[in-house]
């Protein structure tokens, strides 16, 4: 109970500090405008994707504009806060949810997953249960990103590592795979990055109508999220 009060405290202090700033309430609008003219541009390569390749590809940047807009978020607003409330006997608990909860009300991450799940939904419509599983695998990997990126980073910035270094080798790591994918046509790279392979497989099972692979990719994402964020309420 006084776990959650202490993390309530600290969601204050941040809707607080984002109050002052009107013009950031622009931002959400023009993001989500912005990603549905580039949902749009995508939606010719996605209509004939038989592979799933170009649902890959698309998947892999929308998760790496959630983790810069995540990672951002962490940086200018959660660490700041975090770091002065040191102060307070603060638990593992308290920062995950502080920071889960941060993100998860900030309204420009809202507006990206918003439009991105109305556009899954609207992609796939010729099946109703194809078109809510879509939208739904949408949200379990954008949920599952958030997880494993709050628990992450609240770890290396806890154990005083290089946390800066490590984002720009993850940015690195995910230009390398979307500009070989791009220019090579390469399935395996963005196939080897696990969060995207089992929403894919989710997504073409929930359309051909195959249960196991539905069943067993909302599996790998739900565990994946439940072991991040034991981890993080243990370590971070």
């Keep these: 109970?006084?776990?959650?009060?202490?993390?309530?405290?600290?969601?204050?202090?941040?809707?607080?500090?984002?109050?002052?700033?009107?013009?950031?309430?622009?931002?959400?609008?023009?993001?989500?405008?912005?990603?549905?003219?580039?949902?749009?541009y995508f939606e010719r390569y996605l209509k004939n994707d038989?592979?799933?390749?170009?649902?890959?590809?698309?998947?892999?940047?929308?998760?790496?504009?959630?983790?810069?807009?995540?990672?951002?978020?962490?940086?200018?607003?959660?660490?700041?806060?975090?770091?002065?409330?040191?102060?307070?006997?603060?638990?593992?608990?308290?920062?995950?949810?502080?920071?889960?909860?941060?993100?998860?009300?900030?309204?420009?991450?809202?507006?990206?997953?918003?439009?991105?799940?109305?556009?899954?939904i609207v992609l796939f419509r010729e099946t109703f249960w194809g078109a809510i599983l879509a939208a739904l695998f949408y949200f379990l990997l954008a949920s599952t990103i958030e997880v494993f990126l709050s628990a992450s980073m609240l770890i290396i910035k806890r154990r005083s590592l290089p946390l800066e270094g490590a984002i720009v080798a993850v940015g690195f790591i995910l230009l390398t795979l979307i500009l070989g994918s791009l220019?090579?046509?390469?399935?395996?790279?963005?196939?080897?990055?696990p969060f995207i392979r089992w929403t894919v497989d989710g997504i073409l099972g929930a359309i051909h109508l195959e249960t196991m692979k539905v069943i067993s990719s909302i599996a790998w994402l739900l565990t994946t999220s439940a072991v991040m964020l034991i981890l993080g309420r243990r370590f971070a």
Excluded: W
């Design 50 to 120: 038989a592979t799933g390749f170009y649902l890959s590809l698309f998947l892999l940047l929308q998760a790496g504009a959630y983790i810069v807009l995540s990672s951002t978020n962490f940086f200018t607003v959660s660490f700041e806060i975090l770091s002065k409330a040191r102060i307070y006997p603060t638990t593992p608990t308290d920062r995950m949810l502080f920071v889960i909860g941060g993100n998860c009300r900030r309204p420009i991450l809202l507006s990206l997953v918003g439009s991105n799940m109305f556009f899954v």
């Design 183 to 193: 220019v090579f046509h390469y399935e395996t790279l963005i196939a080897s990055i």
């Design 1 to 40: 109970m006084k776990s959650h009060r202490l993390t309530t405290h600290l969601l204050s202090v941040d809707a607080f500090r984002n109050s002052g700033y009107r013009t950031t309430r622009l931002y959400p609008a023009a993001t989500a405008i912005l990603n549905l003219f580039f949902c749009a």
